[in-house]
């Protein structure tokens, strides 16, 4: 397991790591057979409620072009096709891919996926009305770039849409959540997915040290986004955001 996901040693400081892309990447490679039971159990079914949150937060209209970011399985990519609007996916793990390009949503238009880096996005300048990313720019290394990348291929008015987890502001809640994320989830997750990776020890310790509220936002302020917003999914425990490009 050395190359593959993470040693319990290595979950300190993961964002700061030169490997992080690489361990990501064998990471979900890795537990990409079980990510989608996973998501289920472990959020008791929340995870779709907040993609469709994200979705609504976009604004989104029949025929706009969106831009799904570490699309996956696809989840969020078939969430805005449910809004017939047309769909291209993106992420750097094939084994993820795979899955995505097995699901449809009868009557609306099928999702296209393609293989690339956040960091560089495989499309044209100004080309989408909506970028989204979901549970995906904490993985990112340098998520700073990322941010501008999504400015360069939304068009002038286009929306970027973000889900990421956070940490809930209201103590006991915030308790309770270290609690299931940090001891009760990893051991689950051993038993139900045979995580040999600690992919589900990684997302505790990532979510900890990534980027607060605060800093997010100011990354996309910084990125050239205006009127960014957060609103609080959950208690707090999950966060949308949105920028909008002038
Ligand atoms: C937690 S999953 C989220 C997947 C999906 N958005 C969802 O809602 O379930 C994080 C995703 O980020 C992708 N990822 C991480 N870094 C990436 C990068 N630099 N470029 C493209 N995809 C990346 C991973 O491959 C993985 O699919």
């Known amino acids: 397991m050395s190359d593959k996901g993470w040693q319990s040693d290595q ?17 979900f ?41 570490a699309t996956g399985t696809g989840d969020v990519a078939l969430a805005f096709a449910r809004r017939d609007a047309e769909v291209l996916g993106v992420d750097f793990t094939p084994e993820l891919l795979r899955i995505a390009r097995g699901k449809r949503v009868e009557g609306h238009p099928r999702p296209l996926y393609v293989a690339g880096d956040a960091k560089r996005l495989p499309v044209a300048d100004g080309s989408f009305d909506v970028v989204s990313i979901a549970f995906g720019i904490r993985n990112v290394d340098e998520p700073e770039v990322a941010l501008g990348e999504f400015y360069r291929v939304l068009r002038p008015g286009g929306r970027l849409v973000i889900l990421e987890f956070s940490q809930p502001g209201f103590a006991p809640v915030r308790w309770m959540n270290r609690l299931y994320c940090e001891v009760v989830m990893p051991r689950t997750a051993a038993l139900i997915a045979r995580d040999r990776v600690n992919a589900y020890r990684y997302l505790p310790a990532s979510v900890s040290t990534f980027w607060d509220r605060g800093a997010l936002m100011g990354a996309m302020g910084e990125a050239g986004f205006g009127a960014v917003r957060s609103r609080a999914l959950t208690f707090g425990v999950a966060r949308l955001y949105r920028g909008d490009k002038a």
């Open 11 to 27: 979950l300190g400081d993961v964002h700061r790591r030169s490997d992080k892309a690489t361990r990501v990447r064998s990471m």
């Open 29 to 69: 490679a890795a537990i990409a057979p079980s990510y989608d039971l996973n998501n289920r159990l472990h959020s008791f079914g929340m995870d779709q409620l907040w993609r469709r949150a994200l979705v609504r937060m976009s604004g989104v209209a029949a025929g706009e072009r969106v831009l799904d970011v």
